[in-house]
């Protein structure tokens, strides 16, 4: 059976628990990291030397990042279907937004916004950073709603690895308490995320638990 160790609020072990419940794998998910603790163990930082969830475990296998999992588990599971599709010039496409999502789109909302108005008390909160931030992130959509355009999927017609990537950052994100710019495409595309069952049950997850006194 996979093991996934992490706590169910991070948005990394999110984004690795919807592919594994769009792949329809036996699985279990240990509670690691934040509150739960055991990230610092010995036996953790053998799995993962940085202390940071989530990690895999797959028979003899043990990985961390959560695109390199889930590139794993769509290559040996996914049967070379739309979700990680076995051509490979079909493959670098979906690949290429994933990386995308990874490196660019998630982490200019993560640090710089969710952390301000989440995890930030109000007093410290620095709000003409988080201003910028906004304004950044709302760039980042302007290249996603083009991509998108008014239906379908990041890579068209078919859900793929891309769209976990790319679509576990919107719950957050439509979610907090931040100004937003009307964005019909964006806003089509994230209902047809919310009636996928994976999405709502591994993805929109309450985070109050995540949320700093004073926040």
């Known amino acids: ?22 792949l329809g794998l036996a699985h279990e998910r240990l509670d690691y990291g934040h509150v739960f603790g ?3 163990t010995p036996e953790f930082r053998a799995m993962n030397p940085n202390g940071l969830v989530p990690v895999l475990r ?4 043990v990985m961390f990042e959560s695109c390199a999992i889930l590139r794993y588990l769509a ?12 051509d490979p010039v079909a493959r670098a496409r979906v690949d290429m937004w994933a990386e995308w999502g990874k490196t ?11 952390w301000s108005r989440v ?8 709000e003409a950073a988080l201003t910028r931030a906004i304004a950044a992130f709302e760039g980042k959509l302007d290249i996603l709603e083009g991509q998108i355009g008014q ?9 793929t690895l891309a769209d976990i990537v790319i679509g576990h950052v919107l719950f957050r994100w439509f979610d907090i308490d ?13 209902a047809r995320l919310k009636a996928r069952p994976a999405f709502a049950e591994h993805v929109m997850i309450s985070y109050e638990s995540l949320r700093a006194e004073g926040a």
């Open 75 to 86: 290559a040996r599971y996914g049967d070379g279907g739309a979700l990680w599709p076995a």
């Open 151 to 159: 239906g379908g999927f990041v890579c068209g017609e078919d859900f």
């Open 1 to 22: 059976m996979i093991t996934i160790y992490g706590r169910a609020s991070s948005s990394n072990v999110q984004a690795v628990m919807w592919g594994v419940a769009e």
């Open 38 to 40: 055991g990230t610092d």
């Open 178 to 190: 931040v100004p937003r710019r009307p964005r019909p495409g964006i806003e089509g595309y994230y």
């Open 119 to 126: 995890r930030t008390p109000a007093r410290d909160r620095d």
């Open 58 to 61: 797959d028979g003899d296998l």
């Open 104 to 114: 660019s789109f998630g982490t200019t909302f993560t640090g710089p916004i969710f």
